[in-house]
């Protein structure tokens, strides 16, 4: 089964602070994502990653980067954490082949920028 | 651009009665179309998908999925509710000529779905 792991499920940060969220994958899936999930937003995509130091926009990039070194691993950077980057963050993956496979998402890491 | 409608925020169904989630589409080709589910704190878990083919698509734990081209819908139902669905539900889309490879998939806000005894 895969599994995809996110290194913290409740952090707590000041306004200012760079915050690191970590994702690792163990099924050597080329695809990753960052959503963040909002109540009445549904999950919007902040960046993805096709391959290992690849990497492409979504939806919502602002104040976000990404560094995908390793295949497994996929970080997520907020330079200078806001409060209104609190939030509900998930991480995906997915395998790249024939058909349309569906996305793998780890628990969440939940936010709050104070 | 590629978007998805859940029009409602909560259903509510009686266990063993039939249940119904909504979702609508808007793509300019084709779309690929998945849900999701959520139970409370944790991650979304792929229920089923339709690619192609038979409009009446099968997933996990007894759901189904109708595609409907003519109304841009791909509603999620059930035919008997258990308290144990009561989950947040997400209907996703992606547009099968959507460039540039990756899995870049545009989600609904998500129903939450309450069954009770």
């Known amino acids: 089964d895969v599994k995809v792991t996110q290194s913290s499920r409740y952090l707590v940060k000041r306004t200012g602070e760079k915050v690191f969220l970590e994702c690792v994958q163990d099924m050597d899936h080329e695809n990753m994502f960052w959503y963040r999930q909002d109540p009445g937003l549904g999950l919007r995509l902040i960046y993805f990653s096709y391959d290992v130091k690849m990497k492409e926009k979504g939806d919502i990039p602002e104040g976000y980067s990404v560094s995908r070194e390793k295949k497994e691993r996929f970080s997520l950077i907020l330079e200078s954490a806001s409060t209104n980057q609190t939030s509900m963050y998930l991480c995906?993956?997915?395998?790249?082949?024939?058909?349309?496979?569906?996305?793998?998402f780890g628990n969440g890491t939940r936010l709050t920028v104070t | 651009a590629q978007s998805v409608a859940q029009p409602e925020d909560q259903v509510n169904v009686a266990e063993g009665n039939p249940l119904t989630v909504k979702c609508t589409y808007s793509?300019?080709?084709?779309?690929?179309l998945f849900w999701y589910v959520q139970y409370p704190n944790r991650g979304l878990q792929f229920l089923l998908k339709y690619i192609t083919g038979d409009n009446l698509v099968k997933g996990s734990y007894g759901f189904e999925a109708e595609f409907n081209k003519s109304q841009t819908s791909f509603h999620l139902k059930k035919p008997s509710a258990l308290v144990s669905d009561s989950a947040l539900y997400f209907c996703?889309?992606?547009?099968?000529?959507?460039?540039?490879?990756?899995?870049?998939?545009?989600f609904g806000t998500g129903t939450q779905l309450k069954v009770e005894l």
């Open positions: 996703a889309v992606r547009d099968r000529r959507a460039a540039g490879g990756g899995n870049k998939l545009t």
């Open positions: 995906a993956s997915r395998r790249v082949g024939s058909g349309e496979s569906p996305l793998h």
């Open positions: 793509v300019s080709g084709n779309p690929y």
